[in-house]
Antibody, heavy 120, light 107 residues
């Protein structure tokens, strides 16, 4: 059974940093393209970024609102995906989901989400 | 970015009803369209991809159709567990984008 478990969310001040983790199990993580998607009541579901598998180059791509501030990485030895968020803004407040993202198309498995609140 | 719209934004229905939700893309996306179901406090769940292909384990009362810019999700006989919010998503081009959702609640 595929499981994705996010952690690391919390309250952070504007301008601060936070790192989210996503522990994966039930599939061959090293072969998987992975993504982060966030959800807010106001803006709905928003793709944040993705990382390819190392065999496919391991490259990353980001949505315009987070490019240059957020970094996605992976540790295949630990079956873990990361989202490093810097220079956080109030508009980054959202529930962040880790997802599998085969071939960069659909989001077929999702974690339970972790809430990030950016507020002073 | 391709903009996705959905209609209606919400509606009430009864168990056993046949319901249809519409999704429209701001430009042609061929059949690169997925549908998700989300229940309160839970993550979205993939129902349909490639506009009409059911994800493994999804009941056959769900069906999808369309191509180009106009798509529909149909639930043939609404069950109690189907009351939820439904989102469409295009993956024709980056960034992948979602519709604003359609909430189906109990009449």
């Amino acid at each position: 059974e595929v499981q994705l478990v996010e952690s690391g969310g919390g309250l952070v001040k504007p301008g601060g940093s936070l790192r989210l983790s996503c522990a994966a199990s039930g599939f061959t993580f090293s072969n998987a393209w992975m993504s982060w998607v966030r959800q807010t009541p106001g803006k709905g579901l928003e793709w944040v970024g993705r990382i390819k598998s190392k065999t496919d180059g391991g490259t990353t791509d980001y949505a315009a609102p987070v490019k240059g501030r957020f970094t996605i990485s992976r540790d295949d030895s630990k079956n873990t995906l990361y989202l490093q968020m810097n220079s956080l803004k109030t508009e980054d407040t959202a529930v962040y989901y880790c997802t599998t993202f085969p071939g960069g198309g659909v989001f077929d498995y999702w974690g339970q989400g972790t809430l990030v609140t950016v507020s002073s | 970015a391709i903009r996705m719209t959905q209609s209606p934004s919400s509606f009430s229905a009864s168990t056993g009803d046949r319901v249809t939700i519409t999704c429209r893309a701001s430009q042609g996306i061929s059949s690169y369209l997925a549908w998700y179901q989300q229940k309160p406090g839970k993550a979205p769940k993939l129902l349909i991809y490639a506009a009409s292909t059911l994800q493994s384990g999804v009941p056959s009362r769900f069906s999808g159709s369309g191509s180009g810019t106009d798509f529909t999700l149909t639930i043939s006989c609404l069950q109690s567990e189907d009351f939820a919010t439904y989102y469409c998503q295009q993956y024709y081009s980056y960034p992948p984008t979602f519709g604003p959702g359609t909430k189906v609640d109990i009449k």
